[in-house]
T-cell receptor
Framework: AQSVAQPEDQVNVAEGNPLTVKCTYS??????LFWYVQYPNRGLQFLLK??????LVKGSYGFEAEFNKSQTSFHLKKPSALVSDSALYFC??????????????FGSGTRLSIRP | DTGVSQNPRHKITKRGQNVTFRCDPI?????LYWYRQTLGQGPEFLTY????????KSRLLSDRFSAERPKGSFSTLEIQRTEQGDSAMYLC?????????????FGDGTRLSIL
């Protein structure tokens, strides 16, 4: 069965410092991996995705994520955090070999708080 | 604005009433998804359409829930005889159908509160 784990409910970082939001996954085959961000009372916004190729994926707003197959992880990173990055972040996974839409699984989310 | 649009943004109703939500996807997208999100959780898949065909429904979608996309454009989600447990954010998303790696574009959701 597919699953996604975001082990931290909340991450607190000072503005200007690097940030990492962790995600680990479990699928039977090879994964498609996604990160989304959600601001209060808004829908999810797509940040980036890993399909194939380079393990370091660059996305919107200066975010990037590193795919690590041996550790089954896809951590979200940013070199220098901004107060405006404060939001709820969701990791999502889809089994590459499964065409069923229902198999897109979202993590429970990590609240990122950037202090000035 | 050519994003996904959902109406209403908020709905407050008494238990037992019927409610209907509308989603207008990005016009070029032929896939449309409905999700439910409760506080502190990620979105949970409910159902999806490819054009006007409803191709998959989650076990979460009880008999009281019905979704339609009659002309392959906008979609409606109806909940009959609402219950307290139906209180949640209902999210709609759309995407291209070419390849399962296409990201989904979400609307801002309809927040349902059952009194």
């Amino acid at each position: 069965a597919q699953s996604v784990a975001q082990p931290e409910d909340q991450v607190n970082v000072a503005e200007g410092n690097p940030l990492t939001v962790k995600c680990t996954y479990s699928v039977s085959g090879n994964p498609y991996l996604f990160w989304y961000v959600q601001y209060p009372n808004r829908g999810l916004q797509f940040l980036l995705k890993y399909i194939t190729g380079d393990n370091l994926v660059k996305g919107s707003y200066g975010f990037e994520a590193e795919f690590n197959k041996s550790q089954t992880s896809f951590h979200l990173k940013k070199p220098s955090a901004l107060v405006s990055d404060s939001a709820l972040y969701f990791c999502a996974v889809r089994d590459r070999g499964d065409s069923s839409a229902s198999k897109i699984i979202f993590g429970s989310g990590t609240r990122l708080s950037i202090r000035p | 604005d050519t994003g996904v649009s959902q109406n209403p943004r908020h709905k407050i109703t008494k238990r037992g009433q019927n409610v209907t939500f509308r989603c207008d996807p990005i016009s070029e997208h032929n896939r449309l998804y409905w999700y439910r999100q409760t506080l502190g959780q990620g979105p949970e898949f409910l159902t999806y359409f490819q054009n006007e065909a409803q191709l998959e429904k989650s076990r979460l979608l009880s008999d009281r829930f019905s979704a339609e996309r009659p002309k392959g454009s906008f979609s409606t989600l109806e909940i009959q005889r609402t219950e307290q447990g139906d209180s949640a954010m209902y999210l709609c998303a759309s995407s291209f159908s070419e390849g399962p790696n296409q990201p989904q574009h979400f609307g801002d959701g309809t927040r349902l509160s059952i009194l």
